[in-house]
């Protein structure tokens, strides 16, 4: 997992499953990231190929943790299968999804 | 793991292939079997490649819920899968140990803009298998559960 910061935002990029396995790492991140004073936040998820309700549980978790503090999380996510699953369980509604990082970036 | 062969008589009768196996109730054998069974899948042509990735994720789910559910009581059974392939439709059954669930259980999520939906952080994992699957059934008893998956052909879909 990689991390670097770009203007306001504390990009987070992440590469292959988050799962069940996978995901716990990401979380920990988050949760480094928040202590530290940053609360606004990209996962960037370009490199992600696989995504469990495990996953989906720690992006939401995510989310809840910088908006309590008045931050925002978006995410990265060209890869169709993962904005799949995101879809099936309605969170393209709940986060802002976004096809590649620019685009996150520049978004309002 | 053990594959085998039925229902070969008469000719041109439906034909089903069993393959069981078991998996260590720890969450880094639930990709070993969500490949294993991807595999399964894919010696029906007519599975296309998508609900092949529907099934894996599925299975994952169940597989998760079933290694969550033993850990529940400390129970560390081995979990067990079976794929029956037929013509028409690939059926997996992933058996555990555990304490048992209902799909009653499962609250309703709130809707996605409303502020509680971020209080839901887990519980999405059966609402994901039966979405994914063609049909998807939960059986618990004293002795664990039992959760079907169903992915039917691509020939069987355009047909229903």
Redesign the interface.
Known sequence: MHEHSSGDWTVLTIAGELDVVGAPELRQHVLRCVAAGHHHLVLDLTGVDYVDSFGLGVLIGSLKRVRLLDGDLRLVVPEPRVRRVLELCDLDRVFALHDDLDQAMVAS | MTLSEGGSTPRRAPTTSRLSFEIPAR??F??FARVVVAGAAELRADISPERV?DLK?AV??AV?NAINAQGRIGRNDRIRLECWLGDDELTVIIHDHGDGFSTADIPD?PE??HPD?????????L??MS??ADESEVSSGDDGTDVKLVVYSTRRRLST
Do not use: A, C
């Open positions: 969450t880094d639930v990709s990735e994720l994952s789910e998760t999520l996605p803009d939906r971020l209080l839901h952080e887990s519980g999405l994992g609402h994901l979405m994914l």
